[in-house]
């Protein structure tokens, strides 16, 4: 049975391990250096989670975290999923036990939500031109505007 919780800020640490499964490339290519969580332009996505601004959920499986979708906003012009002060930049990641189990529409769709009624109009990413989940982000109102360093950049309206 799958469920969502809150992500909060004693989730931090796995919140890191969610932000190193997200950083997708394609197969077959391992995941990155866990090192890469240390750049600013990737820690800036994770670091001190429980801002007023952060909004997240958290999907369980049978009880067990599965995996989260969280977004945020930042500065003006950071982040590679930018558009403005008031458009947060999500990401989303599920443990690979349960990836291609028809979770991830279900979740984003619970993050959504919950940033609507956190009062977002809109929100960002940037995804592989290669990642199959291209078509869930699709399924769930996010459309192409765009190329940022050969990634789509995407955008829903809520």
Request: charged residues 20%.
């Amino acid at each position: 049975m799958l469920t969502f919780r809150t992500l909060t800020p004693a989730d931090q640490d796995t919140l890191w391990h969610w932000l190193h499964v997200s950083l997708w490339d394609p197969p077959p290519a391992p995941y990155r250096p866990a090192e890469v969580l240390q750049l600013p332009q990737v820690r800036i996505y994770a670091e001190t989670w429980g801002k007023p601004t952060d909004v997240g959920v958290v999907a369980q499986v049978e009880g067990n975290d599965a995996g989260a979708c969280w977004m945020r906003l930042l500065p003006e012009g950071v982040g590679l999923a930018y558009v403005d002060a008031h458009t947060p930049q999500l990401g989303i990641a599920l443990d690979p036990p349960y990836q291609h189990r028809g979770f991830g529409t279900p979740l984003m769709q619970a993050a959504l939500e919950r940033a609507r009624e956190h009062g977002y109009q809109q929100v960002a990413l940037t995804v592989h031109p290669q990642n199959p989940a291209i078509r869930v982000y699709e399924r769930c109102g996010f459309r192409k505007i765009g190329l940022r360093n050969t990634f789509h950049h995407m955008l829903a309206k809520l």
